[in-house]
């Protein structure tokens, strides 16, 4: 319970350093989440929207602690294209989804002010059991959380399948999120 406390606190500072208030997730990785500034990911995904909710979706690692640093960004990157694959696999929701990648999104000093027609994506994982979690932020304010969940490791040794679980559970949250047109916490 400790620990919890102390990885919220610490996302806290760190979130209010970087322009957002945002909650941290709980997690219980190997590296101590509370010791390392968020980490934004260059890879967008670019979305047309013709309901015009949004248009971008970038992601935050807040605590991916089971994946190397030097392999962070190729998971970014991996699931930036699960995501744009499942957003535009939907006929329902008829979007287009490209992935690309914009250096400027990876520096902290770009999300000092939430963009409007923007979703964010903050990701973590943990142990015991195997999991994935993400919260979707409409802005920067708790107001602006309209999703958190945690997908369970399928098979722990196929982080490819588990990223596609993870892609799929974000697209559905974003897909509840636009058929109720309900891109806050409250609604």
Not at 10 to 30: F, K
Not at 151 to 159: G, H, T
């Amino acid at each position: 319970m400790l620990r919890c406390s102390a990885l919220i606190a610490a996302a806290a500072v760190l979130s209010i350093a970087a322009g957002c208030t945002r909650s941290a997730p709980m997690t219980d990785g190997s590296e101590d989440a509370s010791s390392r500034a968020p980490l934004y990911s260059g890879w967008v995904v670019q979305v047309e929207d013709p309901l015009a909710s949004f248009d971008a979706i970038s992601f935050k690692d807040v605590g991916l602690m089971s994946i190397a640093p030097v392999d962070r960004d190729r998971v970014h990157e991996q699931l930036a294209q699960a995501l744009a694959t499942e957003l535009a696999d939907d006929a329902p929701m008829s979007l287009s989804a490209e992935v690309h990648y914009d250096l400027a999104m990876s520096l902290p000093e770009t999300h000092l002010a939430c963009a409007g027609g923007h979703i964010y994506v903050d990701l973590w994982d943990g142990s015991n059991p195997e999991r994935f979690g993400y919260s979707l932020w409409s802005g920067c304010s708790e107001e602006g959380r309209f999703a958190w969940h945690e997908v369970l490791s399928e098979d722990e040794a196929d982080r490819s399948t588990m990223l596609h679980s993870l892609a799929r559970s974000i697209a559905g949250s974003i897909k509840k999120a636009r058929k109720t047109g309900c891109f806050t916490r409250h609604c």
